[in-house]
């Protein structure tokens, strides 16, 4: 089992940048796919990006192509999330997960949600 906690977020300006971390307990982070989800108030949870086990290969959903980046140290079991150039509609709570099945971009393919992190952009 693995447990999963956010960090990072909070309030910042249309253009400013933010970056989110996962810190993961456990000795087999190094062995997961992870993503990040967000989820807007009244909208469902959404894709935002993955990350291999090796860091080798990512994903992006397109709203974020270009100016997100994920990143993982597994020597430090954490994941990251870097935010740059940020838009209103990015203001979500976001967390992470582990990827358990095939399909990148459905959240029924990740467990071990952790709490989630606020971000807010202001216009």
């Known amino acids: 089992q693995v447990q999963l906690v956010e960090s990072g977020g909070g309030l910042v300006q249309t253009g400013g940048s933010l970056r989110l971390s996962c810190a993961a307990s456990?000795?087999?982070?190094?062995?997961?796919?992870m993503g990040w989800f967000r989820q807007a108030p009244g909208k469902e949870r959404e894709f935002v990006a993955a990350?291999?086990?090796?860091?080798?290969?990512?994903y992006y959903v397109d709203s974020v192509k270009g100016r997100f980046i994920i990143s993982r140290d597994n020597a430090k079991n954490t994941l990251y999330l870097q935010m740059n150039s940020l838009k209103p509609e990015d203001t979500a709570v976001y967390y992470c997960?582990?990827?358990?099945?095939?399909?990148?971009?459905?959240?029924?393919?990740?467990?071990?949600w952790g709490q989630g992190t606020q971000v807010t952009v202001s216009s």
């Open positions: 456990g000795r087999t982070f190094s062995l997961y796919t």
């Open positions: 997960a582990v990827k358990i099945a095939e399909n990148y971009y459905s959240p029924d393919n990740y467990r071990y």
């Open positions: 990350i291999s086990w090796s860091g080798g290969s990512t």
